[in-house]
């Protein structure tokens, strides 16, 4: 007996995605970046396609279904897989993610995404724009989290949590640094 062929070289890894939400699936997507964003790559060649996905992470997507796509998107990339619209839902049928209620949504959600109409020639702008949202909400995330430590952590725990999130905030800079160029 032989084995499947597999649409995405590899295990299947969408099974430590975060629980799909219901505001996961906005009716108008036009202004949604991410959305855009993922439109564009699902339409962009090889080449450009690969260095879009190299400045991005899946956790820059604040959309739980959209890090899913991303997912699987830059594992078809990096496998050498063609990663359009067709072999996305190919791969997401054959790891059963099309099934059920949270399947005909996903599947209804990759439609809206591909005929978004966003511009293949703009994906690296895209890109762009999905890592400054994903960097200013790690600023709001960390402002958050100094308030909870505040009222919440022992005074002797403070400084240093204070310091773990700085070196967080650190690091997403010097990679938003290296994305934009900025040599400061």
């Known amino acids: 007996m032989s084995a499947a062929l597999s649409v995405v ?10 629980p799909i939400q219901p505001e996961d699936y906005a009716d108008d997507l036009h202004n949604d970046v991410e959305a855009l964003f993922l439109c564009a790559l699902l ?4 080449e450009a396609a ?11 997507f604040e959309r739980t279904t959209h890090r899913e796509f991303f997912r699987l998107i830059t594992r078809l990339i990096r496998g050498g897989a ?5 072999m996305v ?28 109409g966003a511009e293949q020639t703009a994906v690296d702008h895209y890109a762009r724009a999905v890592f400054s ?16 430590a505040a009222q919440q952590l022992p005074e ?4 240093e949590h204070m310091c773990e999130i ?6 997403f800079t010097e990679r938003r640094n290296t994305i934009t160029g900025d040599t400061r």
């Open 50 to 60: 690969t260095r879009a996905v190299d400045i991005l992470e899946t956790t820059d």
């Open 82 to 86: 063609p990663h359009n619209p067709a």
């Open 9 to 18: 070289p590899g295990p299947p890894e969408l099974a430590g995605v975060d």
């Open 166 to 171: 700085g070196r967080r905030q650190r690091t």
């Open 133 to 148: 949202q994903a960097y200013r909400r790690s600023f709001a995330a960390a402002a958050t989290a100094l308030t909870q």
């Open 89 to 116: 839902g190919a791969a997401l049928e054959q790891s059963g993610h099309l099934a059920g209620h949270h399947g005909f949504e996903r599947s209804r959600h990759l439609a809206n995404i591909t005929t978004l």
């Open 156 to 159: 002797d725990q403070l400084y």
């Open 43 to 46: 339409w962009a060649p090889a």
